[in-house]
């Protein structure tokens, strides 16, 4: 199931806190980090599809 987008925004702010803190490792920071970058991903294309949405939505009522 996909995970919404306040989830994986909060998510991806633990990860950022994470790789704040020095006491991580070489290893647990790429991962975290590729994680990220997936997160990241993830949440511009919600965003990219609730414009579509919404600009969609507001041609539709131009039009009436």
């Not at 806190?17 to 997936?38: C, F, T």
């Amino acid at each position: 199931m996909a995970k919404n987008f306040e989830t994986m925004m909060t998510e991806l702010e633990s990860i950022v806190n994470k790789l704040d803190n020095d006491q991580v490792s070489l290893e647990e920071s790429i991962e975290l980090y590729e994680k990220g970058v997936a997160l990241s991903k993830a949440c511009q294309e919600q965003l990219v599809q609730a414009e579509k949405k919404i600009n969609q939505l507001s041609s539709a009522e131009e039009a009436e």
